[in-house]
Nanobody
Framework: QVQLVESGGGLVQPGGSLTVSCAAS????????MGWYRQAPGKQRELVAS???????YYADSVKGRFTLSKDGVRDPLYLQMNNLKPEDTAVYYC?????????WGQGTQVTVSS
C-alpha cells in the first residue's frame, strides 16, 4: 500500500541547482530511515545520502558539501537539495525508505546535468 513518489528531476546546466523530493502515499508505521540513491548509465546504483530516524546523516564523498538532505517530520517529504551540479551527477535518482521490516523504492527521477 505504501508508495514512494519522486519529483523535481530535470535538465540543469553545470553549476546549477535542483531539488528533488520524495513523498510517501500510505503510512509506514515504523520508519527507520530514508535516503537517496542514484544510478548512472553502465554504473552500479550508489547511495548518495541517507537519514535515520535518530537523526544520523550520511553523504557520499562525491556529493559532500554540495548536497543537503532535509525532512521536517516523519510524515513529511524527503528533500535533496543539489547545488553546484556537475555532469557526473547525471543519473536516475531513487528514493528509498526502510520501515515495517522492508524496503520501499520509488520509481526514480532523471537528473541530467549538461550544457
Amino acid at each position: 500500500q505504501v508508495q514512494l513518489v519522486e519529483s523535481g528531476g530535470g535538465l540543469v546546466q553545470p553549476g546549477g541547482s535542483l531539488t528533488v523530493s520524495c513523498a510517501a502515499s500510505g503510512s509506514i508505521y515504523n520508519l527507520d530511515g530514508m535516503g537517496w540513491y542514484r544510478q548512472a548509465p553502465g554504473k552500479q546504483r550508489e547511495l548518495v545520502a541517507s537519514l535515520t530516524t535518530k537523526g544520523n546523516r550520511y553523504y557520499a564523498d562525491s556529493v559532500k558539501g554540495r548536497f543537503t538532505l532535509s525532512k521536517d517530520g516523519v510524515r513529511d517529504p524527503l528533500y535533496l537539495q543539489m547545488n553546484n551540479l556537475k555532469p557526473e551527477d547525471t543519473a536516475v535518482y531513487y528514493c528509498k525508505a526502510v520501515g515495517d521490516g522492508r524496503n520501499y523504492w520509488g520509481q526514480g527521477t532523471q537528473v541530467t546535468v549538461s550544457s
